[in-house]
């Protein structure tokens, strides 16, 4: 089984909207099974849809909108990252829902269980999609509602499984694109604003528990790309080094260098899917 998963990384995630993007450029698609984390998710959308730019223009309106990222009403208890503007922004986008929602494609969005700490991998129907990509992209505290969707409560998918490798072979994949949001040489820390975000949810023992282990778990994860079991062959996808655009970032220079990077890499990973070897 061939299967694409492109991790989230909030407005960091204009790398692999480019990757996207190129791809259909390319009509290149060999893929049976799309895993989407957080804002990975959302491009994979566009993505099945065959809408190029349509993930870009989104970054840039999102990066302009006076209201979507806002420090000043995060410190007066609202929310850093304004989940519902997006939620508006998606809702009225055009997708082809019925070109990725087949019996021939699996499409999984990935969250988190707020009351167990794991991970749901869920195939979207065309009545909640955009719930459930909202949900994907739910950081608590940076987003101050906990979605529920079909009953249960959610929260942004990189919480219990960032990069699910090890989930897409215990499946059945032989043969994985990864797409990440950070340079090769980056790893996950337990951060101040972590610490802050796990203060703020004593209520919620499980998610707690899961932001502890975020850490570890991706160093476990950088160890399975660069070592996949025998039999399974993994492409690891990274922007470049010198992509600085952080995950609530706006600079425009920086948001067209990041898909840039993305679009123009795409021949290369290609490539690389054909010619493994070379």
């Known amino acids: 089984m061939n299967v694409l998963i492109v991790e989230g990384g ?30 990975g998710a959302s491009n994979l959308v566009p993505f099945l849809s065959g809408n190029i730019k349509q993930s870009f223009e989104m970054y840039v309106a999102l990066s302009q909108h006076p209201s979507f990222i806002s420090l000043t ?52 129907t065309t009545h909640n999609l955009v719930e459930v990509l909202i949900a994907s992209m739910a950081l608590p505290v940076i987003y101050r509602k906990l979605p529920v969707v079909d009953g249960i409560r959610m929260a942004d998918g990189g919480m219990a499984d960032a990069i699910p490798v090890q989930a897409a072979i215990t499946q059945g994949a032989k043969k994985i694109v990864v797409v990440r949001a950070r340079s090769k040489g ?11 975000i796990r203060w703020h949810l004593q209520d919620h023992p499980a998610l707690v528990q899961a932001m502890k282990a975020r850490s570890s778990k991706h160093a ?3 160890a399975l790309l660069a070592s996949p ?38 021949k290369e990973v290609i490539e690389q899917w054909y010619n493994p070897c070379s």
């Not at 304004?82 to 019996?103: K, Q, R």
């Not at 920086?254 to 840039?260: A, L, P, T």
């Open 186 to 196: 980056y790893q996950k820390k337990d951060t101040l604003a972590h610490r802050y």
């Open 229 to 266: 079991p025998q039999g399974v062959n993994i492409i690891d996808v990274c922007p470049p080094n010198d992509f600085q655009l952080g995950r609530f970032g706006r600079n425009q220079q920086e948001i067209h260098y990041g898909y840039d990077s993305g679009f123009n890499m795409a």
């Open 10 to 39: 909030a407005m960091r995630s204009v790398f692999s909207a480019g990757l996207l993007d190129g791809f259909i450029k390319q009509q290149f698609n060999p893929f049976e099974r799309y895993i989407g984390v957080s804002a």
């Open 220 to 222: 476990d994860t950088l």
């Open 73 to 124: 009403r995060f410190f007066k208890g609202g929310h850093l990252l304004d989940l519902d503007v997006l939620h508006a922004e998606i809702s009225a986008l055009d997708f082809n829902v019925d070109a990725f929602l087949t019996p021939e494609k699996t499409f999984e969005i990935v969250t988190t269980d707020v009351d167990t700490g794991l991970a749901l991998f869920i195939q979207p």
